[in-house]
């Protein structure tokens, strides 16, 4: 009995026992290329020589350009049968998961050796000439390589996107050529998804994957396709509302075993609202609609992702309506705009219910009564001023919107950064205070911003990560 009889229970699996004489076949060998969903993701190609299906896993998919080669299992031979093989595969049983056909066809055997195969594949799919060679240790341990130039010219896929960013704003007198989505109260991510992985990074270009490790199953929905994702990392509270409080818990844990623990208690959903790189084409310099057309042809949703639609106009009800569920607002698109990396351009705009935006530390306040010993208030600021000129306002204090674990999070970190004088140009803020250095970021609810830049009736809503201090100005 070879390995492949061992490793499975036909009376279980539907794969094919290979007790059927295989009858010698003329005419063109043949390749597939099987999608098998197991509990990794990877691709399985296999190649008709002398009576059995040659084997391949390649956990990444196969290349097509010969510039990246990629890493390629020999697996053991499979039974000519297993070339038309679709199907389930049950839990518990060897590669448990789901077989499909990818691609199929001919191909020309331009070398066969011990540890070297070269070949010239003529699929639907799959065309050109590939090597595949042992590079490794282990018996197993192949690449796979493409030796023909890519079949069609493609645009590389870009490799760090700062976001595009929207303007605060009040409603336009005329939503006409305006898409109009939810705001979603979160932090902002991109996705990097190719065959088999996803690589999420924040604003700040921060690679946070592993903090968020429900998003990674989207790139099973992918499939072989590359694409690039924008979209925003959100915690919903019991009633279904983004809460950012709640999201607190997940963007300062970078332990596993904690982000394993969080991941059940406060699970996050990647909501998805751009696509910027589809299967090698750019897609930043198409106008909005068009990104969001492909966008949802993807339909991409799942347990941890989701792409909510967007209305055409309609922004005044759709305001209305997401201040009567409790949500920050809402964001206005052009139509026809391009995306911009990094760039707030007027193309996009964000309209608030409630005020809302980041704050720097400048320094803090001791607390009274219960309090007492501890944190009382954050004394806030924003920088004015570019370079050698920028100077940090001050705009009032905030002492509520608190947690206890925020209370002793926020001392843990204020501490280390404290100094002498007040950090604050011009206004210098309360003389009963201890002052740090300008780093810290906090979201800052309010229902009132006086008219010179003072907070009132402020909640503290959480610290950001994800955007450095200096950028912090007043919206
Ligand atoms: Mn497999």
């Known amino acids: 009995m070879g390995e492949y009889e061992r490793k499975r229970d036909f009376a279980v699996t539907p794969e094919p026992t290979g007790k059927k004489r295989a009858r010698r076949r003329k005419g063109a060998l043949r390749f597939v290329v099987q999608e098998h969903g197991a509990r990794r993701l990877h691709w399985d190609l296999r190649l008709e020589h002398e009576g059995a299906a040659a084997s391949w896993a390649i956990p990444n998919g196969i ?61 639907e799919q799959l065309r050109g000439r590939y090597a595949l060679f042992r590079a490794g240790a282990a018996e197993k341990d192949w690449m796979i390589h493409r030796i023909d130039p890519p079949e069609t010219e493609r645009d590389p896929m870009p490799e760090s996107v700062v976001p595009m960013l929207a303007r605060p704003a009040r409603l336009p007198a005329s939503d006409a050529g305006w898409a109009v989505e939810v705001k979603w109260d979160g932090v902002r991510a ?74 059940k208690s406060h699970p996050v959903t990647y909501v998805v609202f751009d696509l910027l790189h589809l299967d090698g084409e750019d897609l930043m310099a198409a106008p909005y609609h068009h990104r969001r057309a ?31 569920h409790g949500l920050e607002g809402i964001v206005l698109k052009r139509l026809e705009s391009r995306y911009v990396p990094g760039k707030r351009t007027g193309s996009w705009l964000k309209v608030k219910n409630v005020g809302r935006q980041e704050f720097v530390i400048g320094g803090w306040q001791s607390g009274e009564g219960r309090r007492r010993g501890g944190l009382g208030a954050l004394l806030l600021g924003y920088f004015e001023g570019e370079g050698e000129e920028r100077e940090l306002r001050y705009a009032g204090k905030v002492g509520t919107g608190f947690s206890a674990r925020d209370l002793e999070e926020l001392l843990e970190r204020l501490r280390p950064l404290g100094r002498k004088g007040s950090p604050f140009a011009g206004r210098r803020g309360p003389r009963q205070a201890h002052f740090v250095e300008p780093r810290l970021v906090a979201e800052i609810e309010f229902r009132e911003l006086t008219a010179d830049g003072m907070v009132r009736h402020g909640s503290f809503k959480g610290l950001r990560e994800d955007k450095p201090a200096t950028e912090v100005r007043l919206e």
């Open 63 to 123: 290349p097509d350009d010969p510039g990246h080669n990629r890493k390629a299992v020999r697996t053991e031979d499979h039974p000519l049968e297993y070339l038309d093989f679709e199907g389930e595969i049950p839990a518990g049983e060897y590669g448990a998961g789901t077989m499909r056909i990818w691609d199929r066809g001919t191909y020309e055997c331009l070398k066969w050796e011990a540890g070297k195969v070269v070949v010239s594949f003529a699929g």
């Open 190 to 263: 991109i996705a990097y998804c190719q065959p088999g992985r996803l690589r999420l990074e924040s604003r700040n270009l921060r690679d946070v994957t592993a903090q968020y490790p429900e998003v990674r199953r989207l790139s099973r929905q992918l499939g072989a396709r590359d694409a690039v994702l924008d979209g925003e990392l959100v915690a919903f509270d019991e009633a279904g509302r983004p809460s950012f409080e709640r999201l607190q818990q997940r963007i300062h844990q970078t332990s596993e075993s904690v982000v394993r623990r969080r991941m």
């Open 294 to 324: 492909a966008l949802e042809e993807l339909g991409l949703d799942g347990p941890s992702w989701q792409t909510p639609g967007y209305s055409r106009g309609r922004a005044k009800e759709l305001l209305a309506a997401s201040a009567e």
